[in-house]
Structure formats: structure tokens, C-alpha cells
């Protein structure tokens, strides 16, 4: 399989992967041959990029940590917590946390007795979706560290409830701080910055234990004491929120803003090794550097030489060094792809300059 753009998405692809929108309904299903109003419903899906098959990579399987299914009915899950909750100042109930419970539990279990998968490296396209994507997907991306900080299932289930509910705040923030288009005054941004203690006051009464309130609240500290609400700094911050703020910036980095493009995999890996021992914890960040690709499987690069592949192998472990099946040599299309490690010794003057999504 390949990773396209929806932007560069084309009649006749074959998607490898079911596609959901933002709410988590589906939108084509694996094996759907694309038309002209199926790449309207993807432009309108909130969906940044699709896997379509490939004949030159039908060996590679993208294999994600957790299928596109099971991410959507955590969505589903998240948006009627959070439409629930909407407009009003009730605390969340322990009757809805057992709403989203069973879907974290499957995600946890999924990572167990060995990981699986590759993490999802695609962000969010949609602006307005981006509140229930994007907290899945940090909390996605925290189990698989936690997974590899040594925490046991127990704690996982504990860590992915802090990071799916982390902006659970935002509800009690005011309409026009929250929709606003232009730069926050310094006004609007205290009431922001306070989103992480109104969340943690919101699920107080949830049932939810101690650590996962502790983890919302303290989502937005920094490594180096930075961070808010109250500049705490290295181990005086918790695990579960080192984890989370981690992963939180990563995925926000990945996707669309208002104020600026998505970043690509692997620069926003760069951005998070190098504020190693600044804003993350730097044991976490390291974890983050060794299992997380720069360059996820089915990605299409271009080499320094001229060279073009698609990613066969992240090849985990050796950082921007990923294996790669070439499929254009001198500008013309080579008639039987290979793969190059480049983690080889005698690949290592070859370097990926572009990404071609």
C-alpha cells in the first residue's frame, strides 16, 4: 500500500484502508474504487491522507497499531461525551466514562502480550474536527509509549483515559475564546490557559482515579518548567502528563491549524527530539525517538541522488535511515523495483530530501 493526499487523491484508486470522517461514521470502505464524487466526500471527510494499493509496494503492509474501525467508535464515543456536555456546567458522570471505557480497554488489550503496528503518523485536515480526532489520537499515540515505559495494562487504561479527556476544560471556556479566527488578547489566553483545571474539576466527581485527574491538569506543564498552569518541571510533573504532553504536541504538529499548514512526519519528529530535556521529558522523548518513524511504511520519497521509492520499511530503530523500494532511477521508471536500506553501510551518502504525498 501507498500513502496518498486526499489533495492528490485520483479517479480509479483502490483504497487499502476504510475511510472515517471526523465523527467517526465511515466514509468508503477498504477496497473502493475511487470516483468523482467519492474525492468530494474525502475532501469533505476531515481526513488528511488515504492508503491506496500499489502493485509496486503489494508486499508492504501499513499495519497500524490499532485498526481505522476501532479509532472511529472511540471518536463516536468522545463526540457524545463531549455534545452531552455541551453548553452547560455539569461534571462528567461515571455513567459517561463506562460510554468510553470499553473502546479504550479493546485499544489497550491491542498492545498486548507484544506491539503490533506501526502508530498512525497522518494528522487532522479538519479544523472543526480536530476536537474529537485529535484527542484519540494522542491517546493512541500515549498507550504505545507508556506500552514501552514499562506501564502495565492497568496503567495504560488509566494514562489513555487522561489523554482522551485532556481538553475536556474547553467546555467550560467561553464561545468567542474558543471560536475565535484572529490572536487571543492576553485576556482570552489566562482563560485558555486555565482549560487543563477546569478539566481536572469536571471529572472530579467521575469516579475516574486520582493519577488521571492529576495527568488532565497537569497536561501543559514542561519539562523545564515552562508549561502551565503552575511551572512545575521535570519528575515534579507526572508520568502520565510527561507521556501526554508529548504526544499531544506531536499529533498537533501533524495537523492542520488555523495558523499554519500540517508539518510532515518527520519533521515533526525533529521538532519533538530536538525539545528533548526542554519541554518533554527526555527518557520519553527518547522512547518516542526509537519507536516512532520519521518515515511511516508507504510513503513515496525522493532521494539527494534522484532516486524515487515508497518507504517498505520504517526500520525502527535506525532514526531517518528506512528501507526503501525505488521505483524511479535517472527519471524513468524502473522496470523491476528494489529495496535499499538505507541503514547500509554503503547507502549511507544517499539522504531523503523530499516527501511526495
Known amino acids: 500500500m501507498r500513502r496518498v493526499s486526499v489533495a492528490h ?16 461514521r465511515l466514509v468508503l470502505g477498504e477496497g473502493d474504487k475511487l470516483s468523482a464524487d467519492d474525492l468530494g466526500l474525502l475532501a469533505r471527510s476531515g481526513s488528511a491522507e488515504i492508503l491506496i494499493e500499489d502493485p509496486r509496494v503489494a508486499d508492504v503492509v501499513v499495519g497500524s497499531l490499532f485498526s481505522a474501525q476501532l479509532e472511529a467508535k472511540a471518536v463516536q464515543a468522545l463526540h457524545s461525551l463531549l455534545a452531552s456536555h455541551e453548553g452547560t456546567t455539569e461534571g ?129 506543564e514542561r519539562w523545564d518548567g515552562s508549561g502551565y498552569p503552575e511551572g512545575r518541571k521535570g519528575e515534579e510533573i507526572s508520568l502520565f502528563a510527561r507521556i501526554i504532553a508529548l504526544a499531544d504536541t506531536f499529533h498537533a504538529l501533524l495537523s492542520k491549524r488555523p495558523h499554519r499548514p500540517a508539518f510532515k512526519p518527520h519533521e515533526a519528529v525533529e521538532f519533538i527530539v530536538a525539545y528533548s530535556g526542554v519541554a518533554f521529558d527526555p527518557e520519553v522523548a527518547q522512547i518516542f525517538a526509537r519507536r516512532v518513524p520519521q518515515y511511516p511504511a508507504g510513503l513515496a520519497v525522493k ?35 528494489f529495496d535499499l536500506d538505507l541503514s547500509s553501510r554503503s547507502c549511507m551518502d544517499k539522504i531523503i530530501t523530499q516527501v511526495l504525498l
Open 92 to 220: 462528567v458522570t461515571p455513567g459517561d466514562i463506562m460510554a468510553i471505557q470499553p473502546w479504550l480497554n479493546k485499544m489497550v488489550e491491542r498492545l498486548f502480550p507484544e506491539v503490533l503496528g506501526e502508530p498512525e503518523l497522518s494528522g487532522s485536515a479538519s479544523i472543526k474536527g480536530y476536537d474529537y480526532i485529535h484527542p484519540v489520537k494522542v491517546a493512541a499515540l500515549s498507550m504505545l509509549l507508556g506500552r514501552y515505559a514499562g506501564l502495565d495494562q492497568a496503567d495504560l487504561t488509566r494514562l489513555s483515559m487522561a489523554a482522551l479527556l485532556e481538553n475536556i476544560g474547553y467546555l467550560s471556556l467561553p464561545p468567542e475564546v474558543m471560536e475565535k479566527d484572529g490572536p487571543l488578547t492576553e485576556d482570552e489566553w489566562q482563560h485558555l490557559r486555565r482549560h487543563p483545571q477546569e478539566g481536572a474539576s469536571m471529572i472530579a466527581e467521575s469516579g475516574l482515579e486520582a493519577d488521571v485527574i492529576t495527568a488532565i491538569e497537569q497536561h501543559h
Open 9 to 24: 487523491a485520483k479517479e480509479g484508486m483502490v483504497l487499502g484502508r476504510a475511510v472515517f470522517d471526523t465523527r467517526g
Open 303 to 337: 532521494l539527494n541522488t534522484g532516486e524515487v521509492g515508497i518507504i517498505s520499511d520504517p526500520n525502527i530503530g535506525h532514526i531517518a535511515r528506512p528501507i526503501i523500494r525505488i521505483c524511479v532511477e535517472n527519471g524513468e521508471a524502473v522496470d523491476e523495483p
